[in-house]
């Protein structure tokens, strides 16, 4: 199983809160590899919440390549954080040349653009760098967007986080994301591990999504820019979660309704279930199989967890006002957030999308069959 | 035969038919039970002179001979009178003493059963028996990274959809606008194909929809019927039940007077109507009721005088193009009810079927398309159609199901797949491996009349005469003394036997890949095959 934790907290915090969670949980995961993301970001990010942060694996000369193609195109290095790979190769992890993250200023004339014009040129800059990448197998690429750091590799989560030091000053952020465990059903690649970022939406997942190859024709074949990739079976649901709630307009709370719909009876007796059922026929290829447990983040900072109709994966959501953590298991959140009142924990079932806001105040539930909250 | 009698050239011996009745003299009670009971007379009673010589060990004594004379049956060997291997003889025979055995070599009757330059006609299936459907293994196990589901405990929704799916932007903008939202109708992915009423007798009919009605009602299993081209009984038009039927149009148009006349005094919207273009039985050839069926009552119903045939043409003969043939068809049979039923076209397997579902994915009215494939069965037809024309089912529907794919509407137009599903009794099976192919659902009518009501037809030959209103069996007889056999009520009770055990197989196939909250529509990931052609045909795993 993978182990996923994640955390939004008022005050920044290292990526190796999450990491120190994931380890606790170990006899869950296999030790196989990580996924980090960071939002929110403090440090020197906290200025730049504008510019784009370009996040994955590069080698010496798809650097350089990259720095051509980059100034082609108009892109100015702002920042950049380098990450030092010690000389001493860590067991079971691919030696590689440098981990970029690096903040750009946008090209001239991008300023004129609108909002989501400039948000699916990024995409597209992504894309091309990756299949650039693919190509001579020199970039892997894992975001391209604006306030948003990924780290993603091969190897036991504490040592790789240890091997590149991420207990540093300038990762610090307000929401973390991290995944332990590579991807075991399909072929050991970084493109398969969570989690997994479009245009914002972030999301990861535990346990294994057996409706999986319907689904990817489904979302290849909307012609969506970026519904690309599906090395894994679990980045459907990132792309789901875009689908529903930046193309259809719709709210998290409909999220659920899409990938695990309410049966008839249940349907009947919701106040929208005549929408529901119209939502339920029309994304019908979208519904999942589960066992699933899914943590997202919304582009407003919301960090999120639902479970699949079969509720078989673990998952609770606990904290305190301003710090607030979603966890596969108590033992994490017990690491990352022992002070806090253990009796209010949450272990979202399987009707529940269970929410914590921007603000970070309180935990929020709703269940599948409350009325929705539709943009009407 | 004497030696001297001249022959002709279709005159043959029992060796020559493909079946030779094996019969005991020693458990033989002279009943004649067996000679009335045989639906093609076949056999007669014989009486057998016999010679028995009486030789002495005494040398002086002479021998001598006696004539005896004893009775029997005899098996005719006018080719029109060729025993068909029914055993309806065996059945009924109080001591076993006879039975149909099948000829070790290949038979001289096929040469000769085209008397009067008149081909042979016969219902049943293509006489190959077989198919690639039960090559296809289900292979995606869920083992230890998700567990398997328990079949008989957990909760599954094997439901699909027939009817036009908006796709999500134009319904939730639809929904909002208050726009016409094509019908769509939740239904169980096993639907009882077209066999109309006068191809099965009325008997079968009402014990299939009787338990048809039995599994909406008592079961919660929402299972269809489809009429078939011989329109629908009046009260059943007036009736609750009519929303568990499809009905059908077909190129005669049989029936449609009376089912138009009714429409004021429909208390419900019939589930779907099916617009049948072709049969995967006798692709590119129209309906045919021949006229020993058309008795009053079917005459009436269909609008037509009794006892003459009724081919229906290959084509809708009002229309000559596939804009009008389906376009303004599905538009005026949408009209007729208000645009509130699903309309949808059955073709027979094509390799044109392709040019016919792309034409739909730019029709808004078309509900859907059933595909029938060459092992379809049908109730009357040229041999020659049966066994050498049409197109094998999984290929047309991987192909249908793929071109969907490509233009993004895969759930927009759902695929129904008949033609041989359970041809071999392993319907579950069948079914799953089309769903996983592609198919929304999939059809049956020669499984359910096998199950339901034990018709004796094979894909060895044996029977096969649904066309000559003669069924041993009562199923597709119009002949009250034939169709008495038939208990209505039981036959309800085995169509009922027959989902129920087919809802727990298919749970059995899903269940361990890990499937329950959806009918693994497409899911061709957990298909395997051993033919390596068929594997890269289909776009299923090649597997050793």
Known sequence: ?376 | MFPDRPITPSTLSVKDLPWQIAWSKDKCTLCGRCTAVCPVHAIELGVFRKRVLNTSLDIAAPPSNAHHVYHGIRQKTDPAYACIGCAMCNLVCPNDAIMPMRADESDKLRYHINRGGSPRSRGGRRNVPGGLLDQIKFIRISMLTDPALDAGRHEFELRTLLGRVLPPEENIRFYKENGWMPPVREIYPLLIGGMSFGALSPNMWEGLQMGVAYLNEELGMPVRICTGEGGCPPRLLRSRFLKYTILQIASGYFGWDEIIHALPEMQEDPCAIEIKYGQGAKPGDGGLLMWHKVNNLIAAIRGVPAGVSLPSPPTHQTQYSIEESVAKMIQSMSMAWGFRVPVYPKISGTSTAMAVLNNLTRNPYAAGLAIDGEDGGTGAAYNVSMNHMGHPIATNIRDAYQTLVKVGKQNEIPLFAGGGVGKNGNLAANAAALIMLGASGVQVGKYIMQAAAGCLGSETDRCNICNIGLCPKGITSQDPRLYRRLDVDKVAERVVDAFLAFDTELKKIVAPLGRSTTLPIGMADALGISDYHASERLNIKYVV
């Open chain 1, 1 to 376: 199983m993978c182990r996923l934790f994640a955390i939004t907290s008022k005050t920044p915090l290292s990526p190796m809160v999450a990491i120190e969670a994931m380890d606790v949980m170990r006899e869950g995961h296999d030790g196989s590899g990580v996924g980090i993301f960071l939002r929110d970001l403090a440090g020197p990010f906290e200025d730049l919440k504008d510019a784009p942060i370009l996040s994955g694996i590069f080698t010496e000369a798809g650097i350089k390549r990259l720095d051509r193609h980059m100034m082609d195109l108009g892109f100015m290095t702002k920042y950049k954080i380098s990450i030092k790979v010690p000389k001493v190769a860590l067991p079971g992890t691919p030696r590689r040349d440098v981990y970029l993250i690096r903040a750009y200023e946008y090209p001239e004339g991008w300023d004129a653009l609108p909002q989501q014009e400039i948000y699916d040129r990024l995409v597209r800059i992504r894309l091309q760098l990756r299949a650039m990448g693919e190509e001579q197998e020199d970039m892997i690429v894992f975001s391209f967007w604006p306030d948003v750091i990924m780290i993603k590799e091969i190897g036991d989560p504490m040592k790789v986080a240890r091997h590149l030091n991420l207990d540093r000053k300038e990762l610090h952020a307000r929401v973390i994301m991290a995944q332990g465990r590579q991807n075991t059903n399909y072929a050991i690649n970084l493109y398969a591990c969570h989690p997994f970022f479009i245009q914002g939406y972030a999301t990861m997942t535990n346990g294994e999504n057996t409706a999986f190859v319907p689904i990817r024709e489904y979302l290849l074949s909307r012609g969506m820019l970026g519904y690309t990739g599906y090395q894994s079976d679990s980045e459907v649901f990132t792309h789901i979660l875009h689908y529903t709630v930046q193309h259809l307009g719709l709210g998290l709370d409909t999220y659920k309704h899409v990938i695990t719909p309410l049966q008839d009876d249940m349907l009947e007796a919701h106040p929208n279930g005549r929408f529901l059922k119209q939502l339920k026929h029309s994304c019908r290829p979208l519904t999942t199989d589960g066992p699933n447990c899914v943590i997202g983040c919304l582009p407003d900072h919301t960090l999120f967890m639902v479970q699949d109709r079969k509720k078989l994966r673990p998952g609770v959501v606990g904290g305190k006002p301003g710090c607030w953590a979603f966890s596969s298991e108590i033992c994490g959140l017990d690491a990352a957030i022992p002070n806090r009142d253990k009796s209010k924990d949450f272990q979202p079932m399987h009707l529940d999308t269970t929410m914590v806001g921007p603000d970070r105040q309180e935990i929020a539930t709703c269940s599948q069959t409350d009325p929705l909250r539709l943009p009407r």
